[in-house]
């Protein structure tokens, strides 16, 4: 069905109902009226016959029914109304407006039937006589004794009542039109008003349905209108507590989802995903605003994950798992997840509930820390053992061979000192890092030259032992913000480790180069390169690429590692590229200014 606006409904109704009450009233009127006209004709009709009555008689007595129709014919003339004199067997002996000779009987007349039983006998009928609908009223004339001696009939023409009618009813359609248009003038003010009110108050609920609260709404006047108004206007106040009271429920809800660590996903019932917090999202690699409405399946390409939730739904039973994903760049995650249900309002399972820690850390330090206690362990065992093995060969020498004696001593000395490089070096490991955590360590504006120069000929000897260039490539203006004594240290253990594995009559370069606010010191070989593989891992501490090269070349393990936690400390970090067969470049960054 169509709907109309009000407006239209309320004003052709007010419109409809006036025409039709002012038409019932006007017809109502013109019956009223058009009665007592016909009745005020039967009244004046017998009036005017008993003016006439006794001078008629007097000449019905005399039989002087000439004299009689002249005097019918006067008076009907004067007075405007036809006269008619019937005796008593009906025939007509005078008339005001034709021959008594040529008229019928009228003795079966309707009007003279009545008057013949009543005092007035009337009848409203068509006139064959004079070819007009006529108003009649008749009565008896009777003598002295009362004996009926003829009957006297007054006649009016209905025509003329009717024109006197259609002038009265002319009037009062006139009026009653007035009428109609003032009261269609005033419906439409009226239904104007209702409606404006009835939009006021419907713009005033859009408003509120955009969020707009403030707003305030009147009824102007109308008590109805204005209760509306004031329940309205309630109902918005309220509406606004309730969006502060909720709007801040979320934020605190989002804010204490957002600084968690933890991620967090909330899936419903159909598999839909409900919610999720951004380091949920940063763990899954998924996009935090591009989910809401979509399927598990669709964001997360994970099959342990979907069937984790499948298990949640159908136990109903909490879940704690780790597992491992994989991102889209390949790295490799591990998650543990505690799964449980997740209540509606009226405590109805509306879904489940995953709140995930990333340990990859974790995983990878317990891996660090169980590689770096079995190194630490392999590294100390095998200084140790031949120690005790050569100590144990001298104590059973019963002969006392001198040559043997001095050379066992000489590879228990070098052992000893083995172990001690490798005690010193985690110490000042230890140092570097105790150092930072207490923010102990002096940094400094300070030219590169002079480091980098100093670093060079500590080396330069054994580089000569395998005929290898040391190469500088940096300018006196060259500066950046450091620690004097551990960058040199950073740098010889890099230049150290450069000539160390390279082969001979190679050379090593160490160059200085300004990058806007920071500046690169790059040392470069040619020597035996690094897998891809083992990048990520060369800084670790006792992690070797090579186990028997490096410790041939007399490595402990942990020179790249001293050098990492000293760059860190100078607030700036290091890199390395590396090609197998073509050499490593490391490159550390330090801040200029």
């Not at 025509?159 to 009062?172: C, F, G, T, V, Y």
């Not at 006047?221 to 109902?235: D, T």
């Amino acid at each position: 069905m169509k709907l109309r606006p009000i407006f239209w409904q309320l004003f052709p109704s007010y419109c409809i109902l006036t025409i039709g009450a002012l038409t019932a009233i006007l017809i109502y009127f013109s019956s009223v009226v058009e009665s007592f006209f016909f009745k005020q004709t039967v009244t004046n009709s017998a009036e005017r016959i008993a003016l006439v009555e006794d001078s008629f008689r007097e000449k019905i007595l005399a039989g002087n029914y000439g004299l009689l129709d002249v005097r019918a014919k006067k008076f009907g003339h004067s007075a405007n109304m036809r006269f008619t004199v019937i005796l008593p067997d009906g025939s007509v002996i005078a008339d005001s407006d034709e021959d008594p000779a040529v008229m019928d009987n009228h003795l079966n007349r309707p009007e003279i039937q009545i008057a013949l039983t009543d005092p007035i006998g009337t009848s409203n009928r068509y006139s064959n006589t004079v070819d007009k609908n006529m108003q009649y009223s008749a009565k008896v004339i009777t003598d002295e004794q009362g004996v009926p001696v003829a009957v006297l009939r007054a006649a009016v023409p209905v025509d003329a009542i009717r024109k006197s009618l259609q002038s009265i009813n002319r009037e009062a359609a006139f009026m009653g039109l007035v009428l109609i248009l003032i009261t269609a003038v005033i419906s439409l003010a009226i239904s104007r008003y209702i409606s404006d009110r009835i939009k006021h108050l419907q713009l005033g609920a859009q408003l509120f349905a955009k969020g707009n609260l403030y707003h305030k709404l009147s009824g102007s006047g109308a008590l109805e209108f204005e209760m509306l108004a004031v329940s309205m206007n309630n109902m918005a106040k309220q509406l606004s507590d309730r969006l502060k009271t909720i709007t801040t429920q979320r934020n605190e809800q989002e804010a204490i989802l957002e600084s968690m660590t933890e991620g967090v996903m909330a899936v419903g019932k159909d598999n839909k995903i409900i919610n999720i917090n951004n380091p949920a999202a940063k763990i899954l690699d998924i996009d935090p605003y591009n989910y809401k409405g979509k399927y598990v399946q669709e964001i997360i390409r994970n099959s342990d994950i979907q069937k984790l939730l499948q298990r949640l739904f159908a136990t109903q039973i909490p879940i704690e798992e780790e597992l491992t994903i994989f991102t889209q760049n390949d790295t490799v995650r591990h998650l543990q997840i505690h799964g449980t249900l997740l209540f509606g309002v009226e405590k109805e399972t509306i879904g489940v509930l995953l709140v995930m820690n990333d340990i990859t850390k974790l995983k990878k330090l317990e891996q660090m820390r169980q590689d770096f206690a079995a190194n630490v362990s392999h590294e100390l065992r095998t200084p140790l053992t031949s120690i005790k093995g050569f100590i144990e060969t001298i104590l059973s020498d019963t002969k006392g061979d001198p040559e043997n004696t001095e050379r066992f001593l000489r590879i228990v000395n070098k052992h000893v000192i083995r172990l001690e490089t490798i005690i010193e070096d985690l110490l000042n490991l230890a140092k570097i890092e105790k150092e930072t955590d207490k923010k102990e360590i002096r940094l400094s504006l300070n030219p590169l030259l002079p480091v980098c120069q100093r670093a060079i000929e500590t080396c330069s000897d054994k580089a000569m032992e395998k005929n290898i260039t040391l190469k500088i490539d940096c300018t006196k203006e060259s500066k950046a913000i450091f620690n004097a004594v551990m960058l040199e240290q950073a740098l010889v253990n890099l230049i150290d480790n450069a000539v160390k594995y390279s082969a001979e009559n190679t050379a090593v370069e160490l160059g200085v180069c300004p990058n806007g606010q920071q500046t690169q010191i790059k040392v470069k070989d040619q020597g035996y390169g690094i897998d891809r593989r083992n990048i990520k891992r060369i800084f670790e501490r006792f992690y070797r690429v090579d186990k028997a090269r490096s410790r041939k070349a007399g490595g402990t393990g942990l020179g790249l590692s001293i050098v990492r936690h000293i760059v860190l400390a100078n607030n700036g970090n290091i890199t390395v590229e590396s090609d197998l067969g073509k050499g490593s470049t490391f490159t550390i960054t330090l801040p200029a200014s």
